[in-house]
């Protein structure tokens, strides 16, 4: 039901209140991984998973309200099912390649869905997801090297930092009483700088 509900609210209100889920649970992989709690390799596969959730349902998104872009739509399709292909692979490669092989096939479907001016929202909201996985998969990447992570001062200002821009933006979007009030390109700006943010913190996990 939490998830029906969820789904039917506007894109944008959707990315917003995604952007607090995804700054929580980047901040608690880091310090599981932080604690020895959690083992990269067991994360990387929740990841997977994750994404593959998010790429599906994309896809049932896509089949019911972009038909009138036929060849677009089996294209866009097309790559989405590239991606879910990578990320349902078990094949015994090294994490880097993996990582490499899955953020190239994100990189093209982002692209994809780019060249329909009419997906715009929908290009935001996989932005949101696929920014989030490279993040996740930054933080895994820097913990397989260095084995032992420490969350530094500069990681706790910029998740604190992030978590500030993103409750600004779910107060503006609840002071707005439609969606279309909302002005696309300062909204991108805002992920943008969230985004900032959070590099920077995820940079500093070392």
């Not at 901040?27 to 994750?50: C, P, R, W």
């Amino acid at each position: 039901m939490g998830n029906q509900t969820e789904n039917q609210k506007p894109i944008l209100v959707k990315i917003a209140n995604q952007l607090l889920k995804d700054q929580q649970e980047l901040d608690s992989l880091v310090v599981q991984l932080s604690l020895g709690k959690v083992e990269a390799k067991d994360k990387f596969e929740e990841i997977k998973s994750e994404l593959k959730q998010k790429v599906q349902e994309l896809k049932s998104t896509l089949s019911s309200e972009y038909q009138e872009n036929k060849e677009w739509l089996k294209e866009t399709i097309s790559k989405l099912d590239e991606l879910e292909e990578r990320l349902t692979d078990k094949s015994k490669e090294l994490f880097a390649e993996n990582k490499s092989a899955i953020l190239k096939a994100v990189e093209t479907v982002q692209s994809e869905l780019k060249k329909n001016p009419a997906a715009t929202k929908l290009s935001l909201l996989f932005t949101s997801y696929s920014e989030k996985v490279k993040l996740q998969l930054e933080i895994l990447d820097q913990n397989i090297q260095n084995k032992k992570s420490e969350i530094s001062e500069t990681y706790t200002e910029g998740i604190n930092e992030a978590r500030g821009k993103i409750n600004t933006i779910i107060d503006r979007l609840n002071d707005k009483k439609e969606e279309a009030d909302v002005k696309l390109e300062i909204f991108k700006e805002e992920l943008d700088l969230v985004y900032e943010h959070l590099k920077r913190a995820v940079q500093a996990f070392k």
